[in-house]
């Protein structure tokens, strides 16, 4: 077995090359980030890191786009790692569902990465910066492995790196409330990692297996089983409070506020979708349809919980003072359509959720991408100080602009798309009155919009207000992203192609 | 297709070339189109002819089966007098919308699936409106435009109700409807509208007596028969058209008798005729519906006659106020002669047109046991009598002398009363030759003992009553006035209503709105206590009450299956 598996080429190693190179580049990152003694090797030695760090993301990326080319035609990789068979070993499973979740991981990562090169200057202390590389590698390597293994044990693994690590992340910049919003990430967090690990546990007692597909095929002999229910229970909440599911969001808003900007923007972009990600496949590969959704109620709890997320994320952005809080509370309620649409438990839902996934990644990531252009000139993201802005930074505005309007869902743009899909997945079940509360609160999403709109556009900047635009380095990356937003606004076929086949898929599969 | 030509086409065709004649040729010309359409309706076999397919179905453009053949005669018939009255008109819009109205009507006639009969039926509507607007007065033109809006709006609500028939069925045939849908309730709206049923019924008054001397012959023809005709074939038998149509029997007599203008007086006698044609089609045995058939033949001639006759006088004298006429007989003696032949038929004196028909559906109505139905009629009957009857000619032509000298009647106009009223008389003597002509065969014997003497009784006393009122002075009097009908409900009461209805909506929707002004408001401001930075939504939560709140939740989730199972 070993020899055959020797004589096979590099490419059916890619599904444990796409967690395991970023893992074992982290280390090194924090030995070329810790090189450097003095005040211009500090700084040298963090930019070689900064270049590693790239290198890895670029690879990285290629192979999750080499892994999303392979399975989309309906073929799943099963990778048995250490060539341990599956119920025993670990296996490192992809399929379309897990090679989207890989793609926009990768993706977001390494356009925040480049991102990150010249933020990180004004954000975060020079003598930090190779760990502020190696917590980013290790971050993006916990949340790759969520989406690529299909060992559930693994899974909160992976989970626990990607927190721990992006509790550095949130507590590396100069804001010293990054801190202690960190510190309460690190006490939801670990709760919610708990109850995964709980729930991990009890499903292990009841199948004596850790394997996904492996639970998969033993859970509907369990049904009606207590055990069960309680498993099902702090699996949910935990995913839940990864997820920053209404009432169980709290850390998030904090946390995204206080970070440095490219980890907002990295966060926003990926965290939340990977916890989505995991909501989807515990529930609706492990658990199965009929387990999650008729026995466990699983549609009435997430569905309500995410219009209630929807409405209080939409209406506490309203009133922040903070540009990057208002876009973090929109996160919130953004989390909410796709808790509706995965609550749905129909293919059209599905496919919506999978988009808002997609598309939310890329609108989030460009709108804190852009509030980052105006706090590397301004230093604040208080409204206040982004009084008149607009015209003194209008590339940075207008990609604001344009992000804010993929947010609201007009069409054209990819926020258009997916929140028409849920609309249609709603109206399919003839809840028109949750496409009414839908389409309520895209109104209320405007509303925080044109705040900021209103508050860098209309108003007279300060007399000390700084001028100049942002740097290239940091508007290429972000007007990436906002162009991407129109570009799959406009040729939809592919991402609802893609998502229509893996929601397919995830209904079909159970 | 040579041998036979669709003979609403032969009119329309005639229609399209008469404006290109000269004044002289057109008279002759237009003579000749009925007879031909005649002739061509005679000649071809009782089927479907003329089928096409479009929009998916399959159009029958020409059936021709005896209920439909024996109005289009009479249609023909009914056409080449009007034309013959109008010969001396020299107005090429009346000419040609007679011949297009005319034509539309055989069309509509002949018509086998409802899609032809909706086109048919709206063309009617078109081309008629253009008697009443030839008047070329104000009024004229304001009524014109009230008859328009109402015929195009059963063209309409015809459309929806073939529409919804037709998403129901699949089946564009026009056959038995009946009142099984909701289709069928809009297509019977649709003919209700056209046969002037009660409330539906005042554009008829309104329209017909606003025509010109000529136009309203042509109008009283065609419209209102066409509808019976439909209802005859697409609601023989439904039960509440006997109702409606014992109705509509009864109620214009009252209208009649104090009405002033004479033509209008003969409007509503056409819609009390319209009623027994109705209670025949709702009855729906052979009899009934031979009944109606009969009925609608010798009403069209009759009814043509006395509003020629009536039009002669207007012609003549200028005004058709029964307050204002008086003594004519001495100047028109032939009119007065025709007239009272026309009277005569209308109140069904044996020998005369409408006994051998209108007891038809009596007895139909009676054989299938509809007495008070039959007592109805029977006093609707006698109110004919004292308004048609008696009245018309009596005021006109008699009472007392106004003093007015005239010449007598063209002599084109004379012709053609001679020829309705020899109808009236020929068919009155000799029943035979139209029963021969009706839907199903007839076993009916008119001129029976009992019947006779029922009618003469009837006839009689009805005058006695007249001369005895009249004597004491108790007949209501001909005083120039406008009665109101049902059409002040929507021309008079209907806008003062909706002017008090839209203010008190406008009041209404105020408060309404302020309502939902404050609930909004409310909303918002309780949206805000919720939503400020220091609101219990959006300030930094407690690390406690998010732990607090995932206990909740599992507590929810553990208590919600202990519940449900």
């Known amino acids: ?510 | 297709m040579i041998e036979i030509f669709h003979p609403a086409l032969i009119l329309l065709l005639g229609a399209a070339v008469v404006p290109f004649l000269p004044q002289k040729v057109r008279g002759p010309v237009m003579l000749l189109l009925p007879v031909i359409g005649l002739s061509q309706l005679w000649a071809v076999e009782i089927g479907n002819h003329g089928l096409f397919t479009a929009f998916g179905h399959e159009l029958v453009t020409f059936r021709v089966d005896r209920l439909a053949r024996v109005f289009g005669i009479v249609f023909h018939i009914a056409a080449f007098i009007g034309i013959l009255y109008a010969l001396h008109v020299r107005d090429t819009i009346q000419q040609v919308s007679a011949l297009v109205y005319a034509g539309a009507a055989v069309g509509a006639l002949l018509a086998g699936d409802l899609i032809t009969l909706f086109i048919w039926w709206e063309l009617t509507a078109i081309a008629s409106v253009f008697l009443i607007l030839a008047r070329r007065t104000e009024y004229a033109r304001k009524v014109a435009i009230r008859y328009l809006i109402i015929q195009v709006g059963s063209g309409v609500i015809l459309l929806a109700g073939i529409a919804v028939r037709v998403a129901e069925t699949g089946s564009i045939a026009f056959n038995h409807i009946g009142l099984d849908s909701p289709g069928g309730l809009l297509i019977l709206i649709a003919f209700g509208i056209k046969c002037a049923f009660p409330m539906l019924h005042s554009w008829l008054q309104d329209a017909y007596p606003a025509a010109t001397v000529t136009g309203t012959v042509i109008l009283s023809a065609f419209t209102t028969k066409l509808a019976v005709y439909t209802l005859a074939r697409g609601f023989a038998g439904t039960e509440i058209l006997i109702y409606i149509g014992a109705v509509m029997t009864a109620f214009p007599i009252f209208f009649a008798v104090i009405e002033n203008d004479l033509r209008k007086v003969l409007a509503y006698s056409l819609n009390n005729q319209l009623g027994f044609m109705v209670v025949g089609v709702g009855v729906g045995t052979e009899l009934a519906l031979n009944g109606t058939a009969a009925h609608a033949f010798v009403h069209i001639i009759y009814k043509a006659l006395l509003f020629m006759s009536m039009g002669a006088v207007l012609h003549r004298v200028g005004t058709i106020k029964a307050s204002e006429l008086g003594g004519l007989y001495k100047s028109m003696p032939a009119t007065a002669i025709f007239c009272i032949i026309g009277s005569m038929s209308i109140s069904a004196f044996p020998l005369f047109s409408g006994f051998v028909a209108k007891s038809m559906i009596m007895s139909g109505a009676a054989e299938a046991g509809y007495w008070g139905v039959s007592l109805i009629l029977l006093f609707a009957s006698a109110g004919v009598l004292d308004h048609s009857g008696i009245k018309v000619p009596y005021f006109s032509f008699f009472a007392h002398d106004s003093g007015i000298r005239c010449k007598e009647a063209p002599w084109n106009m004379l012709v053609a009363m001679f020829i309705a009223a020899f109808l009236c008389i020929f068919i009155g003597v000799f029943p035979g030759t139209l029963y021969s002509l009706l839907p199903y065969t007839v076993d009916y014997h008119p001129y029976t003992g009992a019947h006779i003497i029922t009618q003469l009784q009837l006839l009689l006393f009805s005058m006695l009553a007249f001369v005895f009122l009249v004597r004491i002075g108790r007949y209501p009097p001909e005083i120039p006035s406008l009665n109101l009908d049902s059409d002040w409900l929507y021309r008079r009461l209907g806008p003062a209503l909706v002017t008090r209805f839209s203010k008190a909506i406008d009041d209404g929707w105020g408060l309404l709105m302020g309502a939902c002004g404050g609930i909004v408001s409310g909303a918002i401001a309780r949206g805000y206590r919720l939503g400020q930075s220091t609101g219990p939504v959006s300030r930094t939560w407690r690390s406690a009450s998010s732990i607090t709140a995932i206990l909740l939740l599992l507590a929810l989730i553990g208590f919600s299956h202990y519940v449900s199972r």
């Open chain 1, 1 to 510: 077995m070993s020899a055959a598996a020797n004589t096979v080429s590099l490419a059916s190693h890619l599904p444990v090359l796409q967690v395991a190179v970023p893992l074992i580049a982290a280390p090194i990152a924090f030995i070329l980030g810790s090189l450097g003694a003095g005040e211009s090797a500090r700084r040298t030695s963090a930019e070689v890191c900064w270049w590693f760090t790239f290198a890895v993301s670029v690879a990285i990326l290629a192979i999750s786009g080499n892994l999303a080319a392979t399975v989309m035609d309906g073929t799943v990789l099963s990778y048995e790692l250490g060539g341990w068979a599956a119920p025993w070993g670990i296996e490192y499973r992809i399929d379309s569902v897990a090679a989207v979740a890989l793609l926009i991981v990768s993706g977001i990562n390494l356009i925040t990465l480049l991102y990150a090169k010249h933020a990180v200057v004004r954000e975060v202390p020079e003598r930090i910066r190779g760990l502020f590389y190696t917590a980013w590698l290790l971050c993006v390597t916990g949340m790759l492995g969520i989406c690529a293994t299909g060992d559930i044990f693994n899974v909160f693994v992976f989970l626990e790196i990607s927190s721990l690590s992006s509790y550095i992340l949130i507590s590396s910049g100069r804001d010293r409330l990054g801190l202690l919003a960190a510190y309460r990430y690190l006490i939801l967090g670990t709760i919610g990692a708990t109850f995964f690990l709980i729930g991990v546990g009890l499903l292990y007692g009841l199948t004596g297996t850790l394997n996904m597909a492996d639970i998969a095929t033993r859970l509907p002999a369990l049904a009606g089983n207590q055990t069960l229910i309680v498993a099902f229970g702090f699996l949910a909440i935990g995913i839940a409070v990864k997820m920053a599911l209404f009432p169980l969001h709290a850390w998030m808003p904090e946390a995204y506020t206080h970070a440095p900007s490219p980890v907002s923007a990295l966060l926003a972009g990926t965290a939340t979708k990977v916890a989505v990600y995991l909501m989807i496949r515990t529930m609706y590969t492990v658990f199965g349809v009929e387990l999650a959704f008729d026995a466990m109620m699983l549609g009435v709890i997430l569905i309500t919980l995410s219009t209630v997320a929807v409405f209080f994320g939409s209406l506490a952005a309203i009133f922040q003072h903070n540009a990057k809080k208002i876009m973090a509370w929109s996160s919130v309620a953004q989390i909410g359509y796709m808790g509706i649409g995965a609550g749905l438990a129909t293919v059209t839902g599905l496919t919506a959720a999978m988009l808002h996934m997609y598309n939310h990644a890329l609108m989030k990531a460009a709108l804190f991408m852009a509030l980052g252009c105006l706090f590397w000139r301004i230093g604040s993201m208080q409204i206040d100080k982004l009084a008149g802005m607009g015209k003194r930074m209008p590339w940075t505005f207008s990609a604001f602009v344009l992000g804010g309007l993929s947010l609201i869902g007009v069409p054209l743009t990819a926020g258009f798309v997916s929140k028409w899909y849920l609309i249609l997945g709603v109206l399919e079940q003839g809840w028109w009155w949750l496409a009414v509360l839908i389409v309520i609160s895209s109104l209320m999403a405007v509303i925080y919009i044109a705040k900021l709109v209103e508050t860098m556009w209309f108003r007279e900047p300060a007399v000390d207000a700084p001028t100049g635009e942002a740097p290239l380095w940091l508007l290429l990356p972000t007007w990436a992203l906002v162009i991407l937003n129109f570009v799959f606004g406009i040729y939809t076929a592919l991402p609802v192609g893609v998502a229509r086949s893996a929601a397919t898929a995830l209904m079909g599969g159970n």
